[in-house]
C-alpha cells in the first residue's frame, strides 16, 4: 500500500523559512512526478511545485523565486524549501506523486496534508 508521509509543516512569522518533507514508500512502480499543491480556507486546492524525473520543475507564479523544489530519488522524497514566507502563504501543503505504471497509465496519490501558518 502506497504511504505518502509529509512532515515540515508549523507556524512561523512572516519573513521567515520552512521546510516540506515528503517520502513515499510501499509501491514497485518508478514515480514520474512529485509535487505539492495547496489548499486555504474557502479556496481550492492550486499547485505551487512539482519536478518530473528528469529534472524539469514548475512553479506557480505566486512562489516563484521564493519557493524550491527538490527530489532524492534514492529515498523517493520530496522536499519544499520555503524562504521568505508570507502571510498568504497559509495554507494546508498536500504532497503529490504519480508513479509510472505504463506508457498509458499512472497512478496518483496524495499525503494528508501539512498545516503551514504563517503570521504577520
Known amino acids: 500500500q502506497v504511504q505518502l508521509v509529509e512532515s515540515g509543516g508549523g507556524l512561523v512569522q512572516a519573513g521567515r523559512s520552512l521546510r516540506l518533507s515528503c517520502a513515499a514508500s510501499g509501491s514497485n512502480f518508478r514515480i514520474n512526478a512529485m509535487g505539492w499543491y495547496r489548499q486555504a480556507p474557502g479556496k481550492q486546492r492550486e499547485l505551487v511545485a512539482t519536478i518530473i524525473s528528469g529534472g524539469g520543475t514548475n512553479y506557480a507564479d505566486s512562489v516563484k523565486g521564493r519557493f524550491a523544489i527538490s527530489w532524492d530519488i534514492a529515498k523517493n522524497t520530496v522536499y519544499l524549501q520555503m524562504n521568505s514566507l508570507k502571510p498568504e502563504d497559509t495554507a494546508v501543503y498536500y504532497c503529490?506523486?504519480?508513479?509510472?505504471?505504463?506508457?498509458?497509465?499512472?497512478?496518483?496519490?496524495w499525503g494528508r496534508g501539512t498545516q503551514v501558518t504563517v503570521s504577520s
Open positions: 503529490n506523486v504519480l508513479f509510472y505504471i505504463s506508457a498509458a497509465a499512472r497512478e496518483q496519490y
